[in-house]
């Protein structure tokens, strides 16, 4: 018997209820990579990074980059036609402005998925093959997600995203669960369970027409704390906060059939990274709605390459800059750093 969430189970962990820790609690980081305690708040999703958190290293070197969102890095193997394609207006960095140095530093934001910041060669993609997929869940993060996708069966999986894109995002006010439910009905069968990853509770209006068309409907977060096996589980972790949380529902959202995200959440974007890493039959980017700038194609949840281009985000045409774009979604291109 497949487990069910309890009803009026808690979708989110008690602020104040744990001790104050960092995402890096819940992550294998392996040697060669270097992680410094600076007292900044890495375990939130408000953008705060290391190097703006007032972090100063003695041995760190400072550079005058305005945040990887804003820069494109290259070593040389590209030429200046596909590299210009690849920046889309953003700061090109030269390869030799990195110093020798173990420890550098800057002011700007790091937000930006490595897909859309290394323009790289076979060397350095090899480099980063190594280092990108080294860091990711500790074991017993994963284990647990494998237990509870494996006691699911055959399931799909879509992440909603709700309280910050609200906020943020004035286009994304509009949609509406009716044209969520629509564009889902495109790519999911009815007859097979839906798996919600959402920051919002289950018993949010907005989800009333998904529970309509799909009746077999299922919270991750609601199981997760509200399950009595799974909560007891989740709480016997070294660290059983909302990082860790965030993490199970990521994993669990990528062992699913099929899974449709949110566009212009980095949550969606490392789903859709981890399926790459997985190699499963299902590794399209899909999205829940279109809200972007007028001009892409979107059809059965997919955004669709109509230009010419030699990437990904010049084939589709978002209309929006390369700023926006190095975090609004991730991208086919990772795979070659998986």
């Not at 007292?39 to 990074?49: I, K, Q, V, Y």
């Not at 529970?211 to 077999?216: G, Q």
């Not at 990521?250 to 566009?263: C, D, N, P, S």
Request: hydrophobic share 40%; glycine share 8%.
């Amino acid at each position: 018997m497949r487990p069910q969430a309890l009803a009026g189970a808690p979708n989110r962990i008690v602020a104040g209820a744990l001790p104050e820790t960092s995402i890096f609690d819940h992550l294998t980081v392996p040697d060669f990579v270097s992680v410094l305690d600076c007292g900044a708040d890495t375990g939130s999703n408000s953008g705060s990074d290391i190097a703006s958190g007032g972090a100063r290293h003695l041995d760190a070197v400072n550079l005058e980059w305005d945040g990887l969102m804003n820069c494109a890095w290259h070593d040389g193997s590209f030429e200046a036609e596909d590299l210009a394609s690849f920046a889309m207006g953003r700061t090109i960095l030269d390869p030799a402005s990195i110093p020798d140095a173990e420890h550098i530093e800057f002011a700007g934001r790091l937000l930006s998925f490595a897909s859309f910041f290394f323009a790289v060669g076979e060397q350095n993609t090899n480099v980063l093959r190594t280092v990108l997929p080294a860091v990711g869940p500790r074991p017993e993060l994963v284990a647990l997600a494998d237990e509870l996708a494996t006691s699911l069966g055959t399931f799909n999986v879509t992440h909603l995203r709700r309280t910050d894109l609200l906020k943020g995002l004035y286009s994304y006010r509009e949609v509406t669960a009716e044209q969520v439910v629509r564009n889902l009905r495109s790519v999911f069968e009815r007859s097979e369970l839906l798996v919600v990853c959402s920051d919002a509770p289950g018993q949010d209006s907005f989800f009333d027409p998904l529970r309509r068309e799909f009746p077999d409907v299922i919270f991750a977060n609601e199981m997760l704390l509200g399950a009595p096996k799974w909560r007891g589980k989740f709480d016997e972790l070294p660290v059983p906060d909302e990082n860790a949380l965030g993490i199970l529902s990521q994993e669990l959202a990528a062992h699913g059939k099929t899974f449709v995200g949110t566009i212009g959440s980095t949550f969606t974007g490392m789903i859709h990274r981890r399926r790459l890493e997985l190699e499963l039959a299902d590794t399209r980017f899909l999205y829940t709605a279109d809200f972007t700038p007028p001009g892409p194609q979107y059809e059965d949840c997919c955004f669709q390459e109509q230009h010419a281009g030699p990437f990904s985000w010049n084939r589709i045409g978002y209309g929006i800059g390369g700023p926006t774009l190095s975090w609004f979604r991730e991208w086919p291109e990772a795979a070659r750093f998986l």
